[in-house]
Structure formats: C-alpha cells, structure tokens
C-alpha cells in the first residue's frame, strides 16, 4: 500500500510540512539530524511523491504525451525509444497514444492529453494540423507542441527533417551503375505518411539516367511486412521484367522478399531489393537487406529535447534540426543478369 506523505511524517515525528519541504529540497534550516531521519524513512519505505498532488503546487506533472501513427511499426518503435531516452532520466513518463494513421483520432488525443495536463505533447503526424489547432492559431501557445511531420506543416523553427531525397537518390544510382533498367517502387498508399521525396528521388534518377518513367512498375501498399508482401506480388503479376524494386521502408521489403520466393525467384541473384529506414531487422534478413538508413531514435531523441527546453524556456527561440542518411549496400543487391 503506499504510504501518503502524512505517514512519512508521523513515522519521523515531524510536521507534514517539514517532510515536504525535505523532499523539495528547501530544508535547509532543518538539522542533519533531522534530515537524516527523513530521508532514512522514504529510503526504506521505498516512498514516491504523488505527482498528481504535485501539479497542483507546481503546475508540472513530469508527464509527456506522444501521439504516433502506429506504434506496431519500427521506425516508429525507435522513436520512441529516443524520447524515452531523453525524457526518463529527467522524470518524465510518456502517455503514448496510437492514432492509427487517423486525423479524427490525433485531434481527440490531443484534446484529452490537455485535459489531463501534461507539460507537452509530441506529435507525430502525416497530417496538417486544421486551421483551429494549426502552429499560427494560438491553440498551442500555453501547451508546447512537437511536430515529427517531415515538414509538412509550414514553419521556420522546431522542424526535424532528414535528407531522405539524398538517400535514396543513392540507392537509385547504385542499382542503375549494377545495370538494373526495370526498376520497381512500392510506395505508400495515398492517405498514409506520404514519402515524396524518396518518389522523387525515384523518378529523378531514372529521368538522369535518360530512362523512362513507367507509372505501371509503381505499386502502392501498407507500409507493412503484409502490405510490401501484397504490393510485390501485385506488381510481379504483371511485370515479370523487373530485376530491382525499390520499397518504401524496410518493412515493406521484407514482405517483398516472400513474394520474390512464390514466383520462383532468388533475392538478389534474380531480383535486387532495397529498403528504407535501416532497422534493426534488417541486418538479420536473409539475404541482409541493402537499405538507407535514417538515424530514428535521434530524431526522437532531439525531438525530446527541444520539447523540454521549450517547457523549462518558454521565452527561448525554437530549434531545427537536420539528420543525415546513410545507404548501406548489403546483400540483397548484385549486378543484373545479362
């Protein structure tokens, strides 16, 4: 049963009030003796402030809410983990809501995580904010927001964007320079996180290469083992010319690699696949999987930061942050058969 901070003091044989301001760390006119005592108690009662009581003094509840899009998917997962990272060591707990890809869901979410008054919110989004709640309205000037959105909703500060064009403009050249002409994409379904620069950066490197866009070798799926599963087999239907197929995420290329083998095919002595994030899971697919790695639990972790700086500064001009990728040849890519 835990102990209330009434007990602590009757079990001292002091005030409540000098028990609280021990805790707090303002008893300095208290005597060793004393303190001692105390802190002797809440040691072995193994005691915990209430952190709700505390809000009502401090007007803080060391409480982060985080609003993601699908806590299932690993890029997200190590998101999280870099928040946790940072936030932890400081006190903070996360209140983590999953939205399921759904606007209607991240708004109710948001609204609930400020009526239970925590001291900021992370929210990671393929959405643009409505005119009500945008960054330019007011809805959050008393409650600071952090926006994981690859930059899709306008702003000059708080933005954390990774150079994902660059990364998979390298992919791009590396199956070109191994001789791959038939190159597929599975992207993402419209109304899901939309990866435009590594679309982009698809098309771009086959417009370079004086080769021709082919609307047919694009594919779009779930950005899921199942849904990369689906959208493969959905496009070796019907093109059975492909020898490289470019993927979303690694998730994707990983349900990708179940539908190469159904056809009969080898990975990459027939088909060449590469994926995007660089997750864990990743290096133990078989063959390892070629991908672009993007630094995830950084960006939670910086997304973590400046959101805290934010609620112990909340005169201080915000922040950006630029991440890095990096392509990482691995062996599911090889030279086309002649």
Do not use: W
Not at 156 to 176: F, N
Request: charged share 25%; net charge negative; proline share 4%.
């Amino acid at each position: 049963m835990k102990l209330t901070i009434k007990e602590i003091a009757d079990l001292a044989g002091v005030s409540i009030t000098t028990v609280s301001q021990i805790l707090n760390h303002k008893g300095s006119r208290f005597s060793q003796e004393t303190r001692q005592k105390v802190l002797r108690i809440v040691e072995e009662q193994q005691y915990k402030p209430d952190f709700f009581a505390s809000n009502l003094i401090k007007r803080h509840s060391k409480t982060i809410g985080m609003i993601v899009p699908d806590v299932t998917n690993l890029f997200f997962s190590k998101i999280i983990e870099g928040v946790e990272s940072y936030l932890n060591p400081l006190g903070y707990m996360i209140l983590l809501c999953n939205s399921k890809h759904s606007q209607a869901k991240e708004l109710q979410y948001i609204d609930e995580l400020i009526y239970r008054s925590v001291d900021g919110i992370i929210l990671a989004t393929p959405h643009v904010l409505p005119a009500e709640k945008s960054l330019t309205s007011g809805f959050f000037d008393k409650m600071p927001l952090m926006l994981i959105d690859r930059g899709i909703n306008q702003r000059k500060i708080d933005r954390l964007i990774v150079q994902e064009y660059s990364g998979a403009y390298q992919a791009m050249e590396t199956l070109l320079a191994l001789g791959h002409r038939e190159i597929g994409m599975l992207r993402e379904m419209q109304g899901y996180y939309q990866l435009t620069e590594r679309t982009d950066a698809y098309r771009q490197a086959l417009l370079d290469a004086e080769i021709p866009f082919r609307k047919e070798y694009v594919t779009q799926g779930e950005l899921t083992v199942a849904g990369g599963y689906r959208a493969a087999k959905e496009l070796l239907a019907t093109q059975s010319e492909i020898t490289a197929i470019f993927c979303g995420n690694d998730e994707m290329a990983l349900g990708c690699y179940q539908a190469i083998h159904e056809i009969g095919k080898k990975v990459p002595d027939d088909i060449s696949v590469v994926g995007f994030d660089g997750v864990e899971i990743s290096e133990f697919a078989v063959p390892t999987l070629t991908t672009i790695y993007q630094p995830s639990f950084d960006i939670g972790f910086y997304a973590a930061k400046f959101l805290v700086d934010r609620i112990d500064f909340p005169q201080t001009k915000g922040q950006n942050k630029l991440f890095a990728t990096e392509f990482l040849l691995r062996g599911s890519v090889a030279p086309v058969k002649n």
